[in-house]
């Protein structure tokens, strides 16, 4: 989004008044303000999410699917309510396409042992980057161990963007036949071009996985335009309760895939011999479900589109653009990835001092940063690194917190000068 | 919500005026809903559309079926599938519809979204019947 | 319990107490005061879960492990707090037997996709009984179409219990390495002989799995006494949230068992050509976990226990044996089982009268049963009918709601006379 | 909590008295944490309990290593054995044991669970050292 049409998103979206929506915002942490610069590891959740779980909780519960009474009713037609919000927040074409798991984790390791082990033969190969999140490589690995088929790695460039020469090279041969790849980096903030990619495996016979975990939470997502046969996503992240996940795969996809998990709710019928399975999405999602949490997430896409993503993303990029001006000219700091096109994820190392000592230390001034391998131990290989400090960025950060993280390192690095 | 078991429900429940599989028929459709055991055979007899069945479940769908029966006598395959899409709509909204006639009973099921297809399950078991004439 | 321990659990408890912690009681389903008799199937939420859980959104909360940060610090040790508390509410030897998933069918999955393909050999069989909840049933289904195990079913009684030699015929080759039960069957209210049962097993070289889903509930349990291998349970059927469940393992069978899902928070290191595990019982939990539901199944937990089990059995006991004696009065209803031993969940059909019907029905007086086939369809077969109306008790049941069903099945009876 | 990041701590990290491989041990011990890519290696003389180490990691982990090889400086291994729980028992509770000397500097560790590793993880290499000798 560019000129115009950002300044009407971002006059339209204050910050303050969001930041009244989430409670925890006004916790002190050591007597100082909590700063919270580790939503890209989990979002805090606004008042309306917390809500809507209570509001189950004490007015409408019981289990799901088949109980033939009110409470059960009420119960199943908010669960799969949100099944079609889903659906309409990332545009999939049918409610049908969208499956209820734990979390992108368990959404990758749904595929791979479904799909994976169906579709896939030994020597099929599966193509990820360089800078995967573990959820989306060691499921890989289990596969290529257990099932025979390959794991290739397509290189990043010093920016931090998929190098198109590797890319071309690792499907050379022809034998990828999913490409499984990060919508955005959750150490270099990159994103992916989506499109491009899907292109790119759609033209070679191969399919396309994308892990949005953190790329769903800050701009709006389309499926169908992206053309993307596998998408997930954490409900966490997205200012949503834990326990929920989504994956999304087109309809055919979804048909031909066996189970995961056997249970009840996931049959159609069930004999010693032979038990049948029921249609997606109900095949997938075995035993009683997420049920508050998915109402949960519910509420929590109503709350993201009620504010709009084009202002999310707007307020992000100013921030971004704001962290990357500050940071960038503090002495001895070094921000890695400087993709074109990316979002408030920034992953730093300072000279003489460690990621973890970095975090500590601004966790006594109230500031929240990750540090670590951030769940991507290859790309820290990668970058030369064995750990970096992380600052992620939510609709309600503010850029005062920016200043105030800058500030904190400049003290960090007084004291170890 | 309203009730779904009007007493002309419970009537046809108890004293059915169609069940029963017929000597002769054109065709037979079914359908079977393994979660509560419900199973339902339609029989069809080409001449002025004449519908039999046999029927093992709940009130609602041995009701669905006989009022069913009553409602397509005489009819042409496409305003039976015209009544099929009205009846689904009736059911899943609870407006009546006066075109539909004593169907209208049944409305009372829209709020229980998980009882109507106890009550489409006889359509659905028709609808493959006519496919087959 | 018997006697004078049972008078003295009965005085300290008092139902109408109990039944303010629960918001949801004071609903009103059609006009009519809400009678809740289907708690097997999920379980009402007390205000100290509710407020457990809005109380990390609200004040605590951040993604657990490796967070460098005080909300991530502090979180973390609630989750794992609730570890312990899960350990000690059913006598484990160690916290680290506990696996956290997100249901009782996910932990029968995980062992039948980790244990079950490590473990057992091809031609090795895996003994279930006839009265099994499909998600003890369809994943040994699963397993030995993918994997060459056999599943051979251990027959019970006609009034519903175990049938030993039924037993001795499966293991009489020596074959069965797994005798993988239910604890308390959810349609007939039986509870199986758990000791016995493990005795039984480990004589003939096989290991146990006992689905507690529904006894964990209702009875103390003691993993250590009954020295069973594998237990496992849901969570919102204990009063908790949804999305939560766990798996208890021998900590030696644990140690053996490869990874389920692979992803964050189960590797100990990645690279490319190889990760190896987390200790468990991380191994087992990859990405991240249900935290909200987590720390809300520990509310639940420390509420059961401030009731005390003693307690709670006895009162559902006085509720048991008041409906079978109210119900079986009626005419032309059929109770189904009459196990020696058995808990608060009571199936029966009625002449002439589906079981949908008489769920609906007894809807619109307020009255909440389930009905179908309890996700047992082979024990249907079993029993000779196609579905049962079920009613389940709860700490929160009364007399008088048992009285309310009976009355609602007799207006039922006439309806249909 | 308390802060973990006392001077001294800062100063031993900084200006190290125990860094660097000797040129003669008699027996070696590492720890490594995955996670943060913390290593150290620690290097022990048999005659009078003489240990050095060789540390890449955060500065708990270094200052804990240099005021390590202070304190064990001389020790018997028993001695050095509970000066290992007693560390471990100061990180995890906070509570000083004035037996502990400079190693109290590391008592603000107790409310970071997840930096009480970095702290110990010197004195579990110490102790696999031992092990070999
Ligand atoms: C005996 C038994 N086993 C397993 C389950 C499955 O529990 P969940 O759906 O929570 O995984 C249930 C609950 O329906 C049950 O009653
Ligand atoms: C890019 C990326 N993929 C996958 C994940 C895993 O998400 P979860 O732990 O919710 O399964 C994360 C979050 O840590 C992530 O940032």
Redesign the pocket.
């Known amino acids: 989004m560019v000129g115009e049409a950002m300044s009407v998103a971002l006059e339209s979206f204050n910050v303050e008044a969001a930041r009244e929506d989430f409670p925890i915002l006004k916790e002190l942490v050591h007597g100082k303000k909590l700063v919270f610069l580790d939503s890209?590891?989990?979002a805090q959740k606004p008042r309306a999410v917390i809500d809507a779980m209570c509001h189950v909780m004490e007015a409408q519960y019981a289990n799901v699917h088949r109980g033939l009474h009110y409470m059960s009713e009420k119960t199943s037609d908010a669960y799969e309510a949100v099944r079609g919000k889903v659906a309409a927040f990332i545009n999939a074409a049918s409610q049908d396409e969208i499956v209820f798991t734990?979390?992108?984790?368990?959404s990758?390791n749904l595929i791979a042992y479904t799909w994976g082990r169906s579709a896939l033969k030994p020597g099929d190969a599966v193509a990820v980057s360089e800078m995967?999140?573990h959820?989306?490589l060691v499921p890989w690995q289990m596969l290529r161990d257990a099932h025979g088929t390959e794991l290739r790695i397509v290189k990043i460039t010093d920016s931090g963007e998929i190098d198109f020469d590797s890319l071309e090279q690792v499907f050379a041969d022809g034998k990828v036949k999913l490409l499984s790849i990060?919508h955005?980096?959750?150490v270099l903030g990159t994103y992916t071009p989506a499109e491009r990619l899907a292109k790119f495996a759609h033209e070679r016979g191969a399919k396309i996985l994308l892990?949005g975990?953190?790329a769903i939470v800050h701009r709006a997502v389309d499926v169908q335009a992206i053309d993307a046969d596998f998408y997930v996503f954490?409900g966490?992240?997205l200012y949503g309760p834990t326990g929920i996940?989504v994956l999304y795969a087109k309809r055919e996809i979804l048909e031909d895939m066996p189970p995961f998990m056997g249970g009840g709710d996931m049959i159609a019928s069930v004999t010693y011999e032979k038990s049948t399975w029921a249609k997606p999405p109900f095949r997938f999602e075995a035993g009683t479900p997420a049920i508050i949490e998915t109402i949960g997430l519910g509420a929590a896409i109503d709350y993201v589109n009620a504010i709009g993503l084009p202002a999310i993303a707007a307020h992000e990029r100013m921030l971004t653009e704001h962290a990357l001006a500050t940071l960038g000219n503090l002495e001895g700091l070094k921000i890695l990835g400087r993709a074109q096109d990316r979002g408030g994820v920034i992953s730093f190392v300072m000279d003489g001092v460690h990621a973890h000592d970095i975090a500590t230390l601004l966790d006594r001034q109230g500031i929240a940063v990750r540090a670590g391998h951030?769940?991507a131990e290859p790309l820290m290989g990668r970058l030369g690194v064995t750990s970096t400090a992380r600052a992620t960025f939510a609709l309600y950060t503010t850029l005062e917190e920016i200043d105030a993280l800058a500030k904190g390192l400049q003290r960090i690095r007084q004291i170890f000068a | 919500m309203s009730n779904p078991y009007q007493a002309l429900i419970v009537e046809r429940h108890k004293h059915p005026l169609h069940a029963g599989r017929p000597t002769q028929f054109d065709a037979q459709g079914q359908g079977a809903n393994p979660i509560c055991g419900d199973a339902v055979r339609v029989y069809v007899s080409r001449a002025g559309m004449d519908v039999h069945y046999e029927a093992e479940g709940c009130a609602i769908m041995n009701a669905s079926a006989d009022l069913m029966a009553d409602a397509v006598e005489g009819k042409t395959p496409e305003q039976v599938e015209r009544l099929h899409r009205d009846f689904e709509k009736l059911v899943t909204t609870g407006e009546e519809n006066h075109e539909l006639g004593e169907l209208n009973a049944l409305a009372g099921l829209a709020g229980y979204s998980s009882r109507i297809r106890c009550a489409t399950l006889p359509w659905s078991a028709l609808a493959e019947a006519l496919h087959h004439v």
């Open positions: 890209g590891a989990s734990r979390n992108a984790t368990e990758i995967e999140h959820a989306n990060t955005m980096s959750n892990d975990s953190q954490s966490h992240k996940g951030h769940c």
